[in-house]
């Protein structure tokens, strides 16, 4: 299984090690921490990188915020 992790770079360290901890590929990408102070912005960001996933290349995306 190949698994996208979209997630916040104040997460990275942890996304990084769940990733290679996983039986799964997983690619990740970060996502600059300063979206969350225009919670709009962030919505449209996010929403601009799901779009851009290529579901024929992964199972499932994982999103990382907090």
Known sequence: ????AIVCE???RE????????S????IELMDKGLHT???DL???LQKRLVAVDAARYHAVILGYG
């Open 10 to 12: 104040v997460l990275a």
């Open 1 to 4: 299984m190949r698994l996208k």
């Open 43 to 45: 919505r449209a960001e």
């Open 15 to 22: 996304a990084y090690y769940c990733a290679a901890q996983s």
């Open 38 to 40: 225009i919670p709009a």
């Open 24 to 27: 799964h590929v997983t690619d």
